[in-house]
């Protein structure tokens, strides 16, 4: 999400929008959830791909792209009571040789995450802006 700070300079009240659409306080608040769903992400367990695949259609994704190129895109499934993701990194410049050390290390393999991490994920853009008002 890339919220811009639209300041009313006759109150001095500012309002964030995303793409041209009101952001709320609340919806920012959850969106920093959904921004710091990687930061300090526990595995509750891990399985073969093969044994626990996440498919590619049907299955909520997130992605996540530093300033230095390097990309991080989760697939999340919840199978019974666990929720599963499949992470694949790429990147660009400087970041490649990281992405490569990445994937060396997540391919192959499905991680059982917390649901509150899963929750996080699942975010939708949707959920975060406010709808239009009609006049």
């Known amino acids: 999400m890339t919220a811009n700070t ?20 609340q919806a920012l608040r959850r969106s920093f959830g959904t921004v710091r769903a990687l930061d300090g992400l526990t ?19 997130a992605s ?16 019974g009571k666990t929720d599963w993701i499949a992470i694949a990194a790429t990147g660009s410049g ?8 990445i994937e060396e290390r997540v391919s192959g393999w499905s991680y059982a995450i917390p649901s ?11 959920d975060l802006i406010e709808p239009k008002k009609s006049s």
């Open 6 to 25: 639209a300041a009313s300079t006759a109150t001095g009240v500012g309002r964030l929008t995303s793409a041209g659409a009101p952001v709320s306080i």
């Open 43 to 61: 595995l509750d367990d891990v399985a073969p791909a093969g044994k626990m695949p996440v498919p590619t259609s049907g299955a909520a994704t």
């Open 64 to 79: 996540y792209t530093t300033f230095d190129g390097l990309t991080i895109d989760l697939r999340l499934v919840e199978r």
């Open 94 to 101: 400087k970041a490649a040789a990281e992405a490569k050390q």
């Open 116 to 126: 509150y991490k899963a929750t996080m994920i699942k975010t939708k853009l949707a």
